[in-house]
């Protein structure tokens, strides 16, 4: 069996990073150079200070995202810092470019402070048409990207919505395939961080119907110390906010309590908290997204015996992978197409139905299509793009 930790340290120490910077002219004699350098440069400047909106056709802007972390929550390392960070973003840039054409660039901070990062994120925007914040711990990744959202690019913390938006384009076909109305189904989301939080609220708004907003029936959202309830004196004010449209019964327990007669269980939380038996408590043919890595909640083959009818994980080497890769190469692509100036909830949504779309024949295998399909980031792109502001 291949040993991917050792093989990709070696891959990184031979190639020193994955990335790297290309020219697309080239620079041969004279007048190239003065084309693009002295004298010639200074024409595109004068003409970009009188038009700004220029700087999108004569740089590089309109095609080139940011991917910024500050290493504080890197995939299942925790706080490794900003250096430490720098493969993975790196990975990501290389995502951007082989999925959607997009330069990306890893930006990675030395500081954890907001008004820094935030500060460093405004000073830089000129250059780029999109940020993607990535790998920043919640509850400071709220924060830090509802203060961005007037800097005039998208900003777009793909922990946070990426990973809710293919969570519910599974979740649309998952109650295709076992025959449940997607708004009537009582969802239990474990895990109240970056990504649980997206999740929930992406779905108080399941349809894409444009004058109206139809959620699912419940939600219950747990965290370590179980079921997020108006009962609990130790609510931070992101989990306040979502009580507005979670648990409408004020039920109070714990997780295992939390799923009897859920029709869905979402973790995005830790690896090894459930058995077949808290399976069999769910409502028939219950979903299991189980997408903590690399251990999910629950083993595959564990939520099948409790009865599980679908079960989808974060993992590549088992059915129904819940990827971002599946939606922010076509969301970016989409919204640097349609000069958007953020990523609306609209945006989200159409990007999610449109993965769901794609697989037009789903099955308890097959509810998504695989995070390698070459053909999703543009049909994210187009439905990203048709909802554009």
């Known amino acids: 069996m291949a040993d991917f930790f050792k093989e990709s340290v070696d891959l990184h120490k031979k190639l020193q990073g994955k990335i790297e910077v290309v020219a697309k002219t080239e620079v041969q004699t ?75 660039f890893p930006i990675c901070l030395d500081t954890q402070d907001v008004e820094e990062i935030i500060k460093t994120v405004r000073l830089i925007a000129p250059v780029f048409g999109g940020v993607n914040l990535e790998d920043i711990s919640a509850p400071r990744s709220f924060e830090v990207e509802e203060r961005l959202q007037d800097i005039g690019i998208p900003v777009f913390h793909d922990d946070q919505h990426g990973t809710a938006i293919v969570t519910l384009a599974g979740l649309i076909n998952a109650c295709k395939v076992v025959g449940k109305d997607l708004s009537e189904v009582r969802v239990v989301v474990n895990g109240a961080g970056a990504a649980g939080v997206a999740i929930t609220r992406m779905l108080r708004c399941v349809s894409q119907s444009p004058d109206k907003c139809i959620p699912v029936a419940d939600i219950l959202v747990c965290d370590s110390k179980g079921i997020i309830s108006t009962k609990r004196e130790d609510l931070t004010p992101t989990k ?90 076509g969301i970016f692509k989409g919204a640097l197409q349609g000069r958007a100036k953020r990523i609306t909830p609209e945006m989200k949504l159409a990007a999610a139905y449109a993965i769901a779309d794609h697989t037009a024949s789903p099955n308890r295998d097959e509810i998504i299509t695989s995070s390698l399909d070459m053909d999703i980031c543009q049909k994210v792109a187009d439905a990203v793009y048709a909802a554009c502001e």
Do not use: W
Request: a negative charge.
């Open 30 to 104: 004279s007048d190239d150079l003065s084309r693009v350098y002295s004298p010639g440069v200074a024409e595109p400047c004068k003409v970009i200070h009188n038009d700004p909106d220029q700087v999108y056709d004569l740089t590089l802007k309109g095609n080139t995202v940011a991917v910024i972390s500050d290493g504080s929550a890197v995939l299942g390392l925790g706080n490794i810092g900003a250096k430490a960070a720098i493969p993975v973003m790196e990975g990501k840039a290389m995502l951007f470019k082989k999925f959607a054409n997009i330069n990306a």
């Open 240 to 329: 306040r906010e979502i009580l507005q449209y979670s648990n409408r019964y004020d039920i109070a327990g714990d997780l295992k309590e939390a799923l009897v007669d859920a029709d869905v269980f979402i973790g995005v939380s830790q690896g090894d908290l459930l058995s077949a038996e808290d399976i069999q408590t769910m409502a028939n043919d219950p979903i299991v997204f189980a997408l903590a890595n690399p251990i999910p909640e629950i083993m595959p083959e564990e939520a099948y015996r409790g009865g599980a009818a679908i079960v989808a994980t974060g993992r590549s080497d088992y059915p129904n992978q819940v990827n971002n890769v599946l939606a922010f190469p």
